[in-house]
């Protein structure tokens, strides 16, 4: 089945540093997505990409797909306290459903 | 987030009971989805649904059994062949069953088994 290799599992950044999360796919992708999932909460949904090569930004949140539309990357400027919590890309898998990958777990020290 | 139920938040069962989670969601959301997830660890999917009356099993549906009379409806029953029962399961909808869709989460059920 389709493989999604998350990396880092885990991110330990002062506030106000910046942190970035790959999603890498052994397949080519139609479509990612970006879910965020607060401590002890449940995922939600943060952005869809489609383009090869877009890059899509949500005030310090920066998301691009690939060129070859294998990997993506979310990126954040300036981490806040705020930013705390496992952010897991989501790719579209055989029989119509979305896989997830095994997260980036972010934690931000004052 | 909103939209969809989930109940109880914590669940505790004995070991070889089978244990029904319920999943309610007033989206009209054709599609619904069953997750688990352990500590420390991505979402692993169990069942889906794409539309009334049909689903399909996931990765590790083994142990588990679902229905999907209603639309708004999709419960999740871990029954006594499921070896390793203790989990957070989660819940969720989307407005198609394509896999490009948004998906919405449910709140969770945090399920030990004693």
């Known amino acids: 089945g389709q493989q999604v290799m998350q990396i880092p599992q885990y991110q330990h950044v002062q506030e106000g540093e910046d942190f970035t999360t790959y999603c890498n796919s052994s397949?080519?992708?139609?479509?990612i997505q970006w879910y965020k999932q607060r401590p002890g909460g449940h995922p939600v949904f943060l952005i869809q990409l489609v383009k090869s090569g877009e890059v899509k930004k949500q005030k310090r949140l920066t998301f691009q797909f690939g060129e070859a539309k294998k990997n993506s990357s979310l990126h954040i400027t300036a981490t806040q306290t705020t930013d705390v919590g496992t952010y897991f890309c989501a790719l579209t898998g055989g029989g119509n459903k979305l896989t997830f990958g095994t997260g980036t777990q972010l934690k931000v020290e004052l | 987030d909103g939209g969809i139920t989930q109940s109880p938040k914590y669940l505790f069962r004995k070991e070889g009971q089978n244990v029904t989670l319920s999943c309610e969601q007033n989206?009209?959301?054709?599609?619904m989805y069953w997750y688990r997830q352990d500590p420390g660890q991505g979402l692993r999917l169990i069942y889906y649904s794409q539309i009334v009356n049909d689903f399909q099993k996931g990765d590790i549906a083994e142990g588990y059994s679902v229905s999907r009379e209603k639309k708004e409806s999709f419960p999740l029953t871990v029954t006594s062949a499921q070896k390793n029962p203790t989990a957070f399961y989660l819940c969720?909808?989307?407005?198609?069953?394509?896999?490009?869709?948004?998906?919405?989460f449910g709140p969770g059920t945090r399920l030990t088994v004693l």
């Open positions: 969720a909808s989307s407005r198609a069953g394509d896999g490009t869709d948004t998906q919405y």
């Open positions: 989206l009209n959301h054709d599609a």
């Open positions: 397949t080519t992708l139609s479509n």
